[in-house]
């Protein structure tokens, strides 16, 4: 069992515009997400399923050929291996949970987000 507090989580500043922290667990695991209006989650993909939860904010999720704003307490999930990318229409605060636990990102292996804007 994990108990913790997202102020006592380490906050991992992957380029100017986009913190992050994390809570592992076995099979799952929530990311905390920061992105300053803007901001870009260049295209990417991973087997792993994704769900985010918008906390604040609003980011723009190209996806399966379209186009979708994800806004303050909306959802959106992302199959496996589905190829996305988002921008932070204004700065954002987003939840998003994984299973598995992303094992890139566990590895600091995630360059697409160490790039910058």
């Not at 102020?7 to 997400?33: F, H, S, T, Y």
Request: glycine share 6%; with cysteine; net charge negative.
């Amino acid at each position: 069992m994990k108990y913790l507090k997202w102020k006592d989580v380490e906050l991992e500043r992957l380029n100017p515009v986009i913190q992050r922290q994390m809570v592992v667990g076995d099979q799952i695991m929530v990311a905390r997400v920061l992105l300053a209006k803007g901001a870009h989650v260049p295209l990417h993909h991973h087997h792993n399923e994704q769900v985010t939860y918008i906390l604040d904010g609003a980011l723009k999720f190209a996806i399966d050929g379209k186009e979708i704003v994800v806004r303050t307490g909306e959802v959106l999930c992302i199959p496996s291996n589905m190829p996305h990318e988002a921008w932070a229409v204004e700065d954002t605060v987003d939840l998003d949970v994984f299973t598995p636990p992303r094992a890139d990102w566990l590895a600091k292996d995630d360059a697409y987000l160490r790039g910058g804007k």
